[in-house]
């Protein structure tokens, strides 16, 4: 196995000065945090002189596309002659289709707990964010004179911080988050557009998709794990895409009194992913045991199953196994 040197944020930011054609690459299915980080890195990357280029291996959600309207988007071609610097990205499997067609990865900028980087990095397990993270990197650019915080790239840091915390309100948010956040708000950034724009702006199909899950909620093991599922059948029916399913995991979590959340969506592959939430378990080991990862409180996998009902029954059974099988 490769080793990769763990970089410091000193640094990681000395790596980001002698990039050339940097081009940002988020995880698939993205959300508010690695779109908010690599809109930060972008900025960065603009202020430095560079000319950064992005990509995903997945489209956009509707609700982010306003935090990279300002950067282009990576052509296939353009891969080759580039840099690669990958955010909020703990493996490489997470980078998707595109991994193929990159050159290696020459930065990896990320804070899951659970991982196996695959490029010199610079990781903080347990930060509430990616953003948190680029904002230590930007916080060394700006100590050696190489960078302003300006209110644009308060604006990205924000909305990736702000996305991973649910708008500073998860277990995640400490008190260096709340310090860093309060730096970013004193640039007078409009952070309630912000905040509005990442929670409580939803398009037609996103809230068809949450009502959808919202009627189909299931509980299980003694009420302590809730749950909903959806086929690629029902999302078709729906006139509705996998993106906006991405909130839904937040409707079936707010059942009360429970202590696992998860959502199981049937790929146009076939295949089945699954969204975990707790308050207080750890369920990054939960989706461990899947070939998945993420944060303690919050993680994915791919569960392999002939059906969905198949999938759910495994991934409740784990459950049960884990930290069930005393008192059920």
Known sequence: ???????????????????????????????????????????????????????????????????????REAYRYEYDSSSVVTV???????????????PSVSLMIDHHEVGVPFADNFIIPGAS?????????????????????????AYSLYAAISSDTGCLRYSNTTPDTLRRVAT????????????????????????RAEGFVAERINMAL???????????????????????????????RSVEFIDIAFVIKETDKGEYKASLRSAERDVAKI????????????????????????AARKLLLHIERTYYSESV
């Open 129 to 153: 964010s990616a953003g948190e993270v680029v904002m230590l990197v930007a916080e060394e650019l700006i100590e050696m004179g190489k960078l302003k915080l300006d209110e644009k790239l």
């Open 222 to 252: 003694s009420d302590k794990v809730a749950y909903a599922t959806v086929t690629k059948r029902e999302r078709e029916a729906l006139d509705v895409l996998m993106e906006h399913f991405e909130t839904a995991i937040d409707v079936v």
């Open 1 to 71: 196995m490769a080793e990769y040197k763990k970089l410091s944020a000193r640094e990681c930011a000395e790596a980001i000065l002698k990039t050339e054609h940097p081009i940002v690459i988020m995880h698939v299915r993205p959300d508010g945090d690695t779109v908010g980080s690599a809109a930060s890195l972008m900025y960065i990357f603009h202020k430095l002189g560079k000319a950064p280029l992005w990509a995903c291996s997945d489209p956009l959600p509707e609700r982010l596309e306003f935090l990279m309207k300002d950067y």
């Open 184 to 207: 970013l708000v004193e640039t007078g950034i409009d952070y309630a557009d912000i905040n509005h724009r990442l929670f409580n702006s939803k398009t037609p199909r996103q809230i």
């Open 88 to 102: 909020d990205i703990p493996t490489k499997e997470q980078i998707g289709d595109i991994y193929d067609f990159l």
């Open 287 to 310: 989706c461990a045991h899947f070939g998945g990862g993420g944060h303690v409180r919050a993680a994915g996998c791919t569960i392999f199953a002939r059906s969905i009902d198949e």
